[in-house]
């Protein structure tokens, strides 16, 4: 017998409001706008590795670069 996750309800229902029109929109906005930074501080300020060990470091190198991207 099959039986579907507790959750695919939800899943189907978040699926079906990321096609209407309103929410293709702000993905396209999202697309241009906020995926943008994140690609910006991959490709020029290093973010695509680390040399630092530890989630405190770590934390502390994202943090200053993106504080250097605000300027």
Do not use: P, S
Not at 8 to 14: A, G, L, N, S, T
């Amino acid at each position: 017998m099959i039986h579907r996750h507790i959750w695919e309800d939800k899943i189907d229902e978040v699926n079906h409001l990321r096609h209407t029109e309103m929410n293709k929109n702000i993905y396209a906005k999202r697309k241009e706008t906020i995926e943008r930074v994140f690609a910006d501080a991959k490709e020029k300020h290093g973010m695509r590795w680390t040399t630092l060990r530890g989630i405190k470091k770590v934390a502390m190198q994202a943090m200053l670069t993106f504080a250097a991207m605000n300027l």
